[in-house]
């Protein structure tokens, strides 16, 4: 699993899917697993990451309030123009 994650540090494809299979399959060939088991397992374990990351992410958002229709809605605002301050005095002792 190790391996496959550092190959997702390079990114190739959305949500590193083919890398990180590749590298998780031969990986686990090296250790004596046969390609299909290791393809296989290397999916179900991506999907699990994704999904879970995935579906973490949906729910802090949601638990935040914020909505897609809420996302649309906001536009970006013009920066406030910059004014001079006038000089305050302080008395002594305030």
Partial sequence: MAVANLALAVPLSLGGIGPFEFFTQQSLGLLGV???P???YAFAI???IFGFVTLSGLLFVGWGGVSAARTRRLQPQPAPAS???EPVEVMPGD
């Fill in 38 to 40: 290791a393809l296989a």
């Fill in 83 to 85: 004014r001079e301050f």
């Fill in 46 to 48: 991506h999907g699990l």
């Fill in 34 to 36: 046969a390609s299909s």
